[in-house]
């Protein structure tokens, strides 16, 4: 006589977003090994990353490197090269990624950029998640949040928005836009790392009451191994 498998829970899931700076540390020193390390230390289920140097041009694919150390799956969001290297934001995950999207959100002629919008499976427990980094201007910002507004609302799964905002004003109108769209959530300093003042990097989780906890990982690791420190959140069914 056979059994139905167990609906295994999830949940509570801790997520992560980290712009790691191309691996080059607060010290100046390319150390993709160091970034694999503060990971470890974080040991989330779910980790957005920023400026992730995806090879090319005798680069090493830092992104492989990552997977290597933690054994996650991931998927690459490329948004731009310099002289044939390529750079863009990634997703690792502990559990299954069913499907990707690239959301192209560049503005002018400013530098590109892109969302990396994964749909993950934790469990047979949908999760949408979507990882981005914003422009430097204000402009810009405002665009971006615009078009990720249009086209990742729904209400079939909890989603997740995370990445380096590049906010510095608590009142930017980007920051109101976001508020209003997923409600407040806490927003911790995480840059410089070594003496953090500005929340750049943010998460926003819809449902709100899922979120249950923000904090900030600040070893001393984390603080030499990027110019950012990783931002964490716990989230709960």
């Known amino acids: 006589m056979s059994t139905a498998a167990p609906d295994l829970n999830p949940w509570p899931l801790t997520i992560a977003t980290y712009n790691i700076h191309g691996a080059v540390g607060a010290d100046g020193e390319f150390a993709p090994t160091r970034v694999a390390d503060v990971l470890r230390e974080i040991s989330a289920d779910i980790i957005a990353l920023q400026e992730v140097p995806l090879g090319g041009a005798g680069m090493p694919n830092v992104l492989k490197i990552l997977q290597d150390?933690?054994?996650?799956?991931?998927v690459e969001g490329y948004t731009f090269s310099v002289s044939g290297r390529r750079y863009g934001n990634a997703v690792l995950s502990r559990y299954p990624i069913l499907a990707t999207r690239q959301i192209d959100i560049s503005f002018g002629s400013r530098e590109p950029r892109g969302a990396l919008d994964a749909d993950i499976s934790c469990h047979g427990h949908p999760l949408r998640v979507i990882a981005t980094h914003l422009g430097l201007r204000p402009a810009e910002r405002h665009d971006q949040i615009r078009k990720?507004?249009?086209?990742?609302?729904?209400?079939?799964?909890?989603?997740?928005?995370?990445?380096?905002?590049?906010?510095?004003?608590?009142?930017?109108?980007?920051?109101?836009?976001?508020?209003?769209?997923?409600?407040?959530?806490?927003?911790?300093?995480?840059f410089p790392s070594r003496w953090?003042?500005?929340?750049?990097?943010?998460?926003w989780i819809r449902p709100r009451h899922r979120l249950v906890h923000v904090e900030v990982h600040a070893t001393p690791l984390a603080r030499i191994a990027s110019d950012h420190l990783p931002l964490i959140a716990h989230i709960d069914g």
Do not use: C, Y
Request: proline residues 5%.
């Open 69 to 74: 150390a933690t054994g996650f799956v991931g």
């Open 148 to 190: 990720l507004l249009q086209v990742f609302d729904t209400d079939q799964m909890a989603v997740v928005l995370m990445g380096d905002v590049n906010e510095w004003f608590v009142w930017g109108k980007s920051l109101r836009w976001l508020v209003s769209h997923f409600q407040a959530v806490p927003a911790p300093a995480t």
């Open 196 to 203: 953090p003042v500005f929340a750049l990097d943010r998460i």
